[in-house]
């Protein structure tokens, strides 16, 4: 019998994680590795970020902060979602926490009882589900595929909803997609949740600046549902933070002191000095976050011009993030040229690290088998390279 509790046996490893650690594992060899599995911005975090941490420390801001995070930030966010989002709070209504990761956690174990039901729209991030089961809840699928460009339905949606559904969770812009849902698709998604006010909306919103369609949209912009959107953001994409592990969520009162109680007995308030320059980040606003996304805008055209001329994948073209998700399922059911056969999308993801030598993700960690996940947050060189390489990679297999 195992030592361990039967609630880390019943927990995956993350996917993402893993195929990073096998890339850098290789890398240590001397092997020359071109690592496209990481949802990490390749930019360092702007110079007066990191200038305010510096003073933070000699501030001596290195004590135990408030738990849900200095007034002073959470009034930063205030603003933050006033002025961007159009989205009216109040600073009691601000949790910050060790990473959009963290609240995403905190939320579900303040909502979630044993047996009640989250519907994720399938592909979704990797640790939904996972966090789900954590909290003894039961995800529900809504599967899509690459013709719908990965949304979902307001049919689909209902048909999903039953009496013991308490949680929708989605993203968009949508890791591992790159899909985006306008006002309007948000809109049809919203009159179902009219009918079905038990039903709670984590909005994860952590990609909002990498958006090549417009303005970013939120679902917690709809007065009629206002209440029941927890929204999920943080400095880790936006800013290029994510080693400072600096996150937040947005939502009614009553919720978010339950997860400043939750944090209050686990975490407790995050890093003094990360929190200090979360408020410069905000304040100095975003110029350096759309140089960022003109860099990916272009990256983007190239991997999809790139991805189209390889035989036997299908890929669409995302509307935000940094990621490509190709249907690579033609590939299914043939061989290496050491004879082994292709049987999913770890086993081609495995393939194109060992032969190609590019880290990629395989799609069923994310819910959808038929596919596999590229970050093309890397040089435009390198991407070229990887690209030509998963090609030739592909070639050989027959
Ligand atoms: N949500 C999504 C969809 C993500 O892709 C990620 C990071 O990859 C996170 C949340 C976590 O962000 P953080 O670094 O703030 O924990």
Request: proline share 5%.
């Given at each position: 019998p195992s030592i361990l509790s039967d609630r880390i046996n019943n927990l995956s490893e993350s996917a993402t994680l893993k195929m990073t650690k096998l890339g850098r594992e290789l890398a240590a060899k001397g092997i020359n590795v071109i690592s496209l599995s990481v949802g990490e911005p390749d930019f360092n975090t702007p110079e007066h970020v990191k200038q305010a941490a510096k003073q933070a420390l000699d501030d001596n801001y290195t004590r135990y902060s408030p738990v849900p995070g200095y007034p002073e930030l959470r009034k930063a966010i205030v603003k933050k979602l006033k002025d961007e989002n159009g989205l009216d709070y109040d600073v009691s209504q601000i949790v910050v926490s060790t990473g959009a990761k963290q609240s995403l956690s905190n939320a579900i174990l303040t909502l979630i009882n044993p047996g009640d039901e989250v519907i994720i729209p399938t592909?979704?991030?990797?640790?939904y589900s996972e966090m789900v089961t954590l909290a003894e809840g039961q995800s529900v699928f809504i599967h899509t595929t690459i013709d719908s460009d990965f949304k979902i339905t307001p049919e689909e949606l209902e048909a999903a909803i039953t009496p013991r559904t308490k949680l929708f969770m989605f993203s968009s812009p949508c890791n591992p997609t790159g899909s985006v849902y306008s006002r309007a698709e948000l809109e049809s998604l919203v009159r179902v949740f009219e009918k079905y006010p038990q039903v709670y909306i984590i909005s994860d919103e952590i990609y909002e600046h990498i958006n090549f369609i417009g303005k970013h949209e939120s679902i917690a912009q709809f007065e009629s549902i206002r209440d029941r959107v927890i929204l999920i953001n943080g400095f880790s994409k936006a800013f290029a933070m994510t080693g400072w592990r600096l996150g937040y969520l947005a939502a009614d009162k009553a919720i978010a002191a339950a997860n400043d109680k939750l944090q209050g007995q686990t975490t407790s308030g995050t890093c003094s000095i990360a929190q200090r320059a979360g408020i410069v980040a905000l304040e100095q606003g975003l110029d350096t976050v759309l140089e960022m996304k003109e860099a990916f805008a272009r990256r983007r055209e190239l991997v999809y011009n790139l991805l189209k001329e390889i035989p036997g994948v299908k890929t669409n073209l995302p509307q935000g993030a940094f990621y490509f998700f190709p249907?690579?399922?033609?590939?299914?059911g043939k061989k290496d040229p050491q004879g082994n056969a292709i049987k999913d999308s770890a086993d081609l993801a495995l393939y194109l690290l060992n032969e190609a030598h590019v880290a990629t993700v395989g799609g069923d960690s994310f819910g959808n088998n038929n596919y596999i996940r590229l970050s093309y947050a890397a040089s435009d060189e390198s991407l070229k390279e990887a690209l030509r390489r998963i090609k030739e990679a592909l070639a050989k297999l027959g």
């Amino acid at each position: 019998p195992s030592i361990l509790s039967d609630r880390i046996n019943n927990l995956s490893e993350s996917a993402t994680l893993k195929m990073t650690k096998l890339g850098r594992e290789l890398a240590a060899k001397g092997i020359n590795v071109i690592s496209l599995s990481v949802g990490e911005p390749d930019f360092n975090t702007p110079e007066h970020v990191k200038q305010a941490a510096k003073q933070a420390l000699d501030d001596n801001y290195t004590r135990y902060s408030p738990v849900p995070g200095y007034p002073e930030l959470r009034k930063a966010i205030v603003k933050k979602l006033k002025d961007e989002n159009g989205l009216d709070y109040d600073v009691s209504q601000i949790v910050v926490s060790t990473g959009a990761k963290q609240s995403l956690s905190n939320a579900i174990l303040t909502l979630i009882n044993p047996g009640d039901e989250v519907i994720i729209p399938t592909p979704y991030w990797v640790s939904y589900s996972e966090m789900v089961t954590l909290a003894e809840g039961q995800s529900v699928f809504i599967h899509t595929t690459i013709d719908s460009d990965f949304k979902i339905t307001p049919e689909e949606l209902e048909a999903a909803i039953t009496p013991r559904t308490k949680l929708f969770m989605f993203s968009s812009p949508c890791n591992p997609t790159g899909s985006v849902y306008s006002r309007a698709e948000l809109e049809s998604l919203v009159r179902v949740f009219e009918k079905y006010p038990q039903v709670y909306i984590i909005s994860d919103e952590i990609y909002e600046h990498i958006n090549f369609i417009g303005k970013h949209e939120s679902i917690a912009q709809f007065e009629s549902i206002r209440d029941r959107v927890i929204l999920i953001n943080g400095f880790s994409k936006a800013f290029a933070m994510t080693g400072w592990r600096l996150g937040y969520l947005a939502a009614d009162k009553a919720i978010a002191a339950a997860n400043d109680k939750l944090q209050g007995q686990t975490t407790s308030g995050t890093c003094s000095i990360a929190q200090r320059a979360g408020i410069v980040a905000l304040e100095q606003g975003l110029d350096t976050v759309l140089e960022m996304k003109e860099a990916f805008a272009r990256r983007r055209e190239l991997v999809y011009n790139l991805l189209k001329e390889i035989p036997g994948v299908k890929t669409n073209l995302p509307q935000g993030a940094f990621y490509f998700f190709p249907d690579i399922s033609s590939f299914f059911g043939k061989k290496d040229p050491q004879g082994n056969a292709i049987k999913d999308s770890a086993d081609l993801a495995l393939y194109l690290l060992n032969e190609a030598h590019v880290a990629t993700v395989g799609g069923d960690s994310f819910g959808n088998n038929n596919y596999i996940r590229l970050s093309y947050a890397a040089s435009d060189e390198s991407l070229k390279e990887a690209l030509r390489r998963i090609k030739e990679a592909l070639a050989k297999l027959g």
